[in-house]
């Protein structure tokens, strides 16, 4: 998730220590302050140099960054490139620890220095669990429609270079996709094998991705496949604005039409690698505790995810707690409407919103009404923040290879430059939700939340680069949870019933660390899992399917948001009661986002220094 340095560095570090709208003194820099400045910036240059010959190693990374190297190559998901990147990030962090005395750094350049040696720790636990991460094992993250989600979403097409990048991208796919294969037949042999909800999925959406044309011509064709419209519209786009002539638009078309097709035969691979996976696919009982070792790959997931030492067993125990809590803050909600308790007031919501499926007037309705509310919420932004967004933001309907009824809202930062807009995404097909609901998401995935703070990321300024594409779950999604709660402080929702779901999706939150725990450390099977989402955190019943099937094949991710939006509140209410008149919601709130995502140790550690400056402060 985002943040921004607007300032120069030396600026951007005095500045984090001064109450908000103080003017920087024009006092020369002591000698001592005037070194650690020196070190700041030979750090900086340090790290930006890291980084940079890191992202020639991420070619994806450099797309996302807006770097047009390396346009027309894919990650190397092989081990051997797994394990050399472990390795170049610990020498890099012994050249760092060589190089520089973190004692004579500021404090602001001591958070980067840590971050940038505790992502070497963290790459070296994520290792130790990759044979637990097979690329098709991920419901969110499964290789065969994450690479061309990439080429659809995220590898923009501004010129004729960009568009033959691409379809070398297309060239290069079929390749990714064997490998991908051969490591997931990998952890197959070590007793890891993807669920049967999960290889039905993988087929179902290769057979997608691979129907219409080019793939098949006439009636029989129907409309066109995913990546062939993508890349004619992108094409066109270019002829369009007299980037191409048509005659280049028609010969490059013809390359692509050529590279698409020679993704059916690794589609069709794909495909019967899963048939044949179907009858010893494991269902049921499907977490980490069916797996060899389990039990610590769930524990490191959780350590990776939440930033902290937590267990599951105290993971669960907050989590049983906060649902207590929100469920007596929704009686009281409902009492203030008239109604006797929550279970009323659900009711009155299914009442006044019967079960209806989705169709093309309800999708539009949604994304109408879902763009229009986040536009009015940048109006109300300014008192409490002084870091505000400066790109498009806009809501989209996920695409069709990789829709699912009940599937999780996800977001994706601006490009750099602002030319591609934040997106927020939506599942629009199968049952409609309670309208009241949309505004907490949107609060959650586009302002405050998700798009708004990679907006701000994505346009730091002085800092070393690297802190603008690192994130942290907890940290990003303890935001968007604490951002849904700002909406109410900021006036956004508007009536009752929204405020109501807003306490509804966080019941949902605190229900997922019981859920997720109880999965992955307590043998809960799905449907014990789907029932208690259901039931407990009153989620639709395909919804509850859906969101748990995530949860089992990302174990431990859905932990992150509660644990980190429940930090973030204890950071504010320990600044409120420190700072008393002091406190200022527009220094916090840009304290957190305005510098890049980060730990939640490091976060606690830098709102103390936060607090203590400005308690001393005249």
């Known amino acids: 998730m985002p943040h921004t340095l607007t300032t120069s560095l030396a600026l951007a570090l005095a500045a984090a220590t001064l109450p908000a709208g103080a003017a920087l003194s024009q006092t020369p820099a002591s000698p001592a302050a005037a070194s650690a400045q020196n070190e700041d910036a030979r750090l900086t240059a340090f790290l930006d140099a890291e980084f940079a010959e890191y992202v020639k190693t991420q070619p994806q990374l450099a797309t996302r960054l807006g770097i047009k190297a390396g346009g027309d190559r894919w990650n190397d998901i092989s081990d051997a490139a797994a394990k050399a990147d472990v ?15 973190r004692a004579k750094l500021s ?4 958070v980067n220095y840590d971050i940038w040696a505790l992502e070497a720790q963290r790459a070296e636990l994520a290792y130790s669990n990759r044979l637990y991460r097979p690329p098709f094992y991920s419901r969110l993250y499964s290789a065969h429609s994450q690479l061309p989600d990439f080429l659809i979403n995220t590898h923009s097409v501004a010129d004729k270079a960009d568009l033959a990048n691409y379809i070398a991208r297309l060239k290069g796919m079929p390749a990714v996709l064997d490998l991908a294969l051969e490591r997931t037949r990998a952890s197959q042999a070590a007793g890891i094998n993807p669920p049967r909800f999960q290889v039905e999925t993988i087929i179902a959406g290769s057979r997608q991705l691979t129907s219409g044309a080019p793939f098949a011509t006439g009636e029989a064709g129907g409309r066109d496949a995913a990546l062939w419209a993508d890349v004619k519209a992108k094409t066109e ?32 691979r794909i495909i019967a690698w899963a048939e044949g996976s179907l009858p010893t696919a494991p269902s049921g009982k499907v977490g980490a505790l069916t797996l060899p070792n389990g039990l610590a790959y769930y524990e490191n997931e959780l350590k990776l995810v939440t930033t902290t030492d937590m267990t599951a067993a105290e993971i669960n125990a907050v989590g049983r707690a906060e649902v207590a809590r929100i469920e007596a803050e929704q009686d009281a909600l409902a009492r203030q409407a008239g109604l006797a308790d929550r279970h009323a007031f659900y009711a009155e919501r299914a009442r006044l919103n019967p079960p209806r499926q989705y169709d093309d007037a309800a ?31 806009e809501v989209v309907r996920e695409p069709a290879f990789s829709e699912v009824a009940g599937g999780a809202a996800h977001a994706s930062q601006p490009s750099p430059d602002g030319s591609r807009p934040a997106r927020t995404y939506v599942h629009l097909v199968g049952t409609v939700p309670d309208p ?14 998700h798009n708004m703070q990679g907006d701000i990321q994505v346009r730091q300024k002085g800092g070393p680069k690297f802190r603008a594409a690192t994130g942290y779950v907890a940290f990003g999604e303890g935001w968007a949870l604490y951002a849904e709660a700002l909406c109410k402080e900021m006036n956004a929702f508007p009536d009752i019933a929204a405020d109501f779901m807003r306490l509804d999706a966080e019941l949902f939150r605190a229900a997922r660390l019981v859920v997720d ?6 043998g809960w099977t799905e449907d014990e899992a789907v029932t208690y989402m259901n039931t407990t955190g009153r989620q639709p019943i395909e919804r509850s399917r859906s969101e748990v099937r995530r949860y089992i094949t990302l174990p431990g991710q859905a932990t992150g948001y509660k644990i980190g ?51 001393t402060a005249a």
């Open 565 to 615: 939006m429940l930090k973030i509140m204890e950071l504010r209410q320990r600044a409120e009661k420190t700072l008393g008149p002091k406190f200022d919601i527009k220094g916090f709130h840009d304290l957190l986002i305005a510098s890049g995502s980060q730990p939640l140790s490091i976060l606690e550690r830098r709102v103390d220094d936060w607090i203590a400056a400005r308690k």
């Open 363 to 393: 999708r539009k309705e949604y994304l109408d009404t879902a763009n229009a509310f986040v536009a009015h919420t940048r109006t109300l932004l300014a008192p409490y923040f002084g870091e505000l967004p400066a790109y498009g933001i």
């Open 107 to 110: 404090p602001e350049a001591q």
């Open 87 to 101: 390795e170049w990030r610990k020498a890099s962090a012994a050249r760092m620890a060589k190089q520089f005395d």
């Open 517 to 522: 725990t109880g999965i992955h450390a307590m």
């Open 436 to 449: 009241a609901a949309m505004y907490t998401l949107m609060c959650h995935e586009a302002v405050p939340g």
């Open 237 to 268: 786009a270019l002829v369009t604005g007299g980037k191409l002539s048509r005659a280049e638009a028609d010969a490059m078309l013809g390359q692509a039409r050529t590279a698409i097709l020679a993704l059916a035969p690794a589609y069709q």
